[in-house]
């Protein structure tokens, strides 16, 4: 029969109970986490006094299109002022896609938006619009520059006289002085010179007995 020696499974027994002792004390601490974690997936998130939730927004969608032949006008720059409660909230510009629309999302609902439109040979375009909806579509048509209002010609109607794009002054030319012609030479040959012995005076009549 075997003797078991006494020594030896008392050092067990101390080796097993100091591991079970460090586990208890890495155990220990994180407790009170797990019980956070526990408690922070119930209760809502809560945010400090001066915490202010953003505004809504809505979803702007502008058409471009040209007013003669209703296609659109790629490359338009298409302005956004919005206003609200009095305080300006700037300016954005962007351009037309090839479908003529240009998509903003970040304007406070409720706002007053000046929108104008910028496009190669059109006038320019500018109008209000208060967005009070989630969701805002706009058609804007694009005409040809007109005539300027004159108080003497009545231009109602007429296209403008001037191309788009940059005008050249218009300056006077200078006036240019024309050559004078030589006179053509006289046809009449001059006179013989009178014969000597010959008076150039006529002689007087004698008169007649």
Same mark, same amino acid.
């Given at each position: 029969?075997?003797?078991?020696?006494?020594?030896?499974?008392?050092?067990?027994?101390?080796?097993?109970?100091?591991?079970?002792?460090?586990?208890?004390?890495?155990?220990?601490?994180?407790?009170?986490?797990?019980?956070?974690?526990?408690?922070?997936?119930?209760?809502?998130?809560?945010?400090?006094?001066?915490?202010?939730?953003?505004?809504?927004?809505?979803?702007?969608?502008?058409?471009?299109?040209?007013?003669?032949?209703?296609?659109?006008?790629?490359?338009?720059?298409?302005?956004?002022?919005?206003?609200?409660?009095?305080?300006?909230?700037?300016?954005?510009?962007?351009?037309?896609?090839?479908?003529?629309?240009?998509?903003?999302?970040?304007?406070?609902?409720?706002?007053?938006?000046?929108?104008?439109?910028?496009?190669?040979?059109?006038?320019?375009?500018?109008?209000?619009?208060?967005?009070?909806?989630?969701?805002?579509?706009?058609?804007?048509?694009?005409?040809?520059?007109?005539?300027?209002?004159?108080?003497?010609?009545?231009?109602?109607?007429?296209?403008?006289?001037?191309?788009?794009?940059?005008?050249?002054?218009?300056?006077?030319?200078?006036?240019?002085?024309? %050559?004078?012609?030589? !006179?053509? #030479? =006289?046809? &009449?040959? $001059?006179? @013989?010179?009178?014969? %000597?012995?010959?008076? !150039?005076? #006529? =002689?007087? &009549?004698? $008169?007649? @007995?």
């Amino acid at each position: 029969m075997l003797l078991r020696n006494p020594l030896r499974t008392h050092s067990r027994r101390a080796s097993l109970f100091k591991i079970a002792l460090c586990l208890f004390a890495l155990l220990v601490p994180l407790a009170p986490l797990c019980a956070r974690a526990q408690d922070d997936s119930t209760t809502p998130e809560q945010h400090g006094r001066k915490y202010k939730a953003p505004p809504d927004t809505s979803h702007i969608e502008v058409t471009v299109l040209k007013g003669f032949n209703k296609k659109p006008i790629m490359n338009a720059a298409v302005v956004f002022h919005p206003t609200k409660d009095g305080r300006d909230e700037g300016n954005m510009e962007m351009k037309t896609d090839p479908d003529g629309k240009a998509v903003i999302d970040v304007i406070p609902t409720g706002s007053k938006v000046t929108i104008q439109v910028i496009a190669d040979g059109f006038a320019t375009f500018a109008e209000d619009y208060v967005v009070n909806e989630a969701s805002r579509q706009i058609l804007i048509t694009m005409q040809r520059p007109k005539a300027q209002v004159s108080a003497y010609i009545d231009n109602t109607g007429k296209p403008a006289e001037l191309k788009p794009g940059v005008q050249e002054p218009v300056r006077p030319k200078p006036a240019t002085a024309t %050559p004078t012609t030589p !006179s053509a #030479p =006289s046809s &009449a040959a $001059p006179a @013989p010179p009178p014969a %000597p012995g010959s008076s !150039s005076t #006529p =002689s007087a &009549a004698t $008169p007649q @007995p």
